[in-house]
T-cell receptor
């Protein structure tokens, strides 16, 4: 079945380290998104990409970076510049023809 | 700018009772509206969506929502809640042109008591 795979499910990072969260989709969707979820704050958009080799900053891009070298993949790097990285990270994708996002199951990042 | 307000942070209902979750949106044109559900530690699953046409839309798991343009609302309803409906529910509004930009509300956490 088609879907979005996020890995790992849980990730622990020491302060000062960069970490990369994986997001892979086999839905043939053109657009992909990264959201951060904190309790009581809903979902906040970090980055999005509409096509390969192109991406735009969302509302809270500082301290994060992305790449889109393949249509299927949209990895997110949480850099040491992100002041408060502990959160639940969700990847999503969408097609041009069907409105609505498909979400992955998320990665919980904890800074220790 | 588009926005969504979910005024209820937590709601508790008894199993078998009816449910209504409130959602108000702000958008300049005809919006695309969504309800998603999230179980703890999981991603979001689409319950239903509204683009145009009949203002009462049916979704999965027995949920429905009604679009009321005059009230800028898109409330989610279910006639009889099951214990498995306990989860967090997110209302979202999307733009009607260009790339899909969807803005989410802050969510309503539903507790179901026996």
């Amino acid at each position: 079945d088609g879907g979005i795979t996020q890995s790992p499910k849980y990730l622990f990072r020491k302060e000062g380290q960069n970490v990369t969260l994986s997001c892979e989709q086999n839905l043939n969707h053109d657009a992909m998104y990264w959201y951060r979820q904190d309790p009581g704050q809903g979902l906040r958009l970090i980055y999005y990409s509409q096509i390969v080799n192109d991406f735009q900053k969302g509302d809270i891009a500082e301290g994060y970076s992305v790449s889109r070298e393949k249509k299927e993949s949209f990895p997110l790097t949480v850099t040491s510049a992100q002041k408060n990285p502990t959160a639940f990270y969700l990847c999503a994708s969408s097609s041009r023809t069907v409105y609505g996002y498909t979400f992955g199951s998320g990665t919980r990042l904890t800074v220790v | 700018a588009q926005s969504v307000t979910q005024p209820d942070i937590h709601i508790t209902v008894s199993e078998g009772a009816s449910l209504e979750l409130r959602c108000n949106y702000s958008y300049g044109a005809t919006p695309y509206l969504f309800w998603y559900v999230q179980s703890p530690g999981q991603g979001l699953q689409l319950l239903l969506k509204y683009f145009s046409g009949d203002t009462l839309v049916q979704g999965i798991k027995g949920f429905e929502a009604e679009f009321k343009r005059s009230q800028s609302s898109f409330n989610l309803r279910k006639p009889s809640v099951h214990w498995s409906d306990a989860a967090e529910y997110f209302c979202a509004v999307g733009n009607s042109g260009g790339y899909q930009k969807v803005t989410f509300g802050t969510g309503t956490k539903l507790q179901v008591i026996p």
